[in-house]
Nanobody, 120 residues
Framework: QVQLVESGGGLVQPGGSLRLSCAAS????????MGWYRQAPGKRRELVAS???????NYADYAKGRFTISRDNAGNTVYLQMNSLNSEDTAVYLC??????????????WGQGTQVTVSS
């Protein structure tokens, strides 16, 4: 099946930066899109940024100008560069991948999540 491995989270001071990574593996034929979501305590999960196989990106308003989403050449790894972090960015960040399996069926997979904490 499809497995997603996330990394790059941690503790950072306000104004600092972090780079999240998510590597997809398994019986994947095509990846349509990859994205990063986040969920803070007491809040609903929300889209931070996404990128399609064609390179089209989409960002939440709070992420525009601060965060950058990208994919590697093979297209199986997605990154989220986060700059100018503040306390409101504290959350569990989760990777999501939409695509087609080798069998021809579509899939939507989620990573386990990586914690990002912004604090002095």
């Amino acid at each position: 099946q499809v497995q997603l491995v996330e990394s790059g989270g941690g503790l950072v001071q306000p104004g600092g930066s972090l780079r999240l990574s998510c590597a997809a593996s398994g019986s994947i034929s095509i990846i349509y899109a990859m994205g990063w979501y986040r969920q803070a305590p007491g809040k609903r999960r929300e889209l931070v940024a996404s990128i399609t196989s064609g390179g089209t990106t989409n960002y939440a308003d709070y992420a525009k100008g601060r965060f950058t989403i990208s994919r590697d050449n093979a297209g199986n790894t997605v990154y989220l560069q986060m700059n100018s972090l503040n306390s409101e960015d504290t959350a569990v960040y989760l990777c999501n991948v939409d695509g087609m399996l080798l069998t021809g069926g579509v899939f939507k997979s989620w990573g386990q999540g990586t914690q990002v904490t912004v604090s002095s």
